[in-house]
């Protein structure tokens, strides 16, 4: 069984930096792409950024230049280093894997930006 777990959620004030991390466990042979997507309180999940297995990575406009997202292969975590941070990037912060035969959700995890 393959579980996603998402860390580093919390209380930042505008302008902080925060790091997530996503941990992929269990019985998978292949991880692809890893992606973060984000679902704030009454709009659609969206996507922030992905990564793909030999580490080309593409962001959303809306993060560009302030979010960075990496990968370490040999521990099936990807992370998501966000800086600048802004009040409207609140919201609950997912994890997203691409396996061989199926697509993993994490629970996610909260950010709020506040002062």
């Known amino acids: 069984q393959v579980q996603v777990g998402e860390y580093g959620g919390g209380l930042v004030q505008p302008g902080g930096s925060l790091r997530l991390s996503c941990v992929v466990s269990g019985s998978i042979s292949s991880i692809y792409a890893m992606s973060w997507y984000r679902q704030a309180l009454g709009k659609q999940r969206e996507l922030v950024a992905t990564i793909t297995s030999s580490g080309t990575s593409n962001y959303a406009d809306f993060v560009k230049g302030r979010f960075s997202i990496s990968r370490d292969n040999a521990k099936n975590t990807v992370y998501l280093q966000m800086n600048s941070l802004k009040p409207e990037d609140t919201a609950a912060y997912y994890c997203?894997?691409?396996?061989?035969?199926?697509?993993?959700w994490g629970q996610g995890t909260q950010v709020t930006v506040s002062s």
């Open positions: 997203n894997v691409e396996g061989s035969s199926r697509i993993y």
